[in-house]
């Protein structure tokens, strides 16, 4: 059923998806603090994993979205995409962790 749902939450509509997911991947893109203003790091994986998830989102309602949500789907897709190639071109690049940060055995 469409309109608000129960104690006026907003409509469970298509652009409520894409929000969820783009959200998720900001996050694991490195784009929010934690609640205590700490950085939280990057997650490639967990980001590609939203990104390829409102890819398949966009790929199965291909006629059945509208104008304005196919063209936001579209442009939501790709800034991900980019910041993605950001972040993962930052984490190759960085330098790997120092020895003697690493935890000693023995």
Do not use: C, W
């Not at 129960?6 to 929000?19: D, F, H, K």
């Not at 967990?46 to 063209?71: C, F, M």
């Not at 939501?76 to 330098?95: G, K, S, T």
Request: aromatic share 4%; hydrophobic share 40%; charged share 15%.
């Amino acid at each position: 059923a469409r309109g608000a749902g129960a104690a006026g939450s907003p409509e469970a509509n298509l652009m409520e998806i894409v929000n969820l997911l783009a959200m998720q991947a900001v996050v694991a893109l490195g784009g929010y603090q934690g609640p205590g203003g700490e950085r939280i790091p990057p997650n490639p994986f967990a980001a590609r994993h939203y990104i390829d998830l409102l890819d398949v989102l966009q790929k199965k309602t291909v006629g059945n979205a509208s104008t304005e949500e196919a063209q936001t789907l579209e442009a939501v897709l790709y800034e991900l995409r980019m910041q993605f190639v950001q972040i993962a071109n930052a984490v190759a690049a960085a330098p790997p962790p120092s020895p003697s940060s690493s935890p000693r055995h023995g």
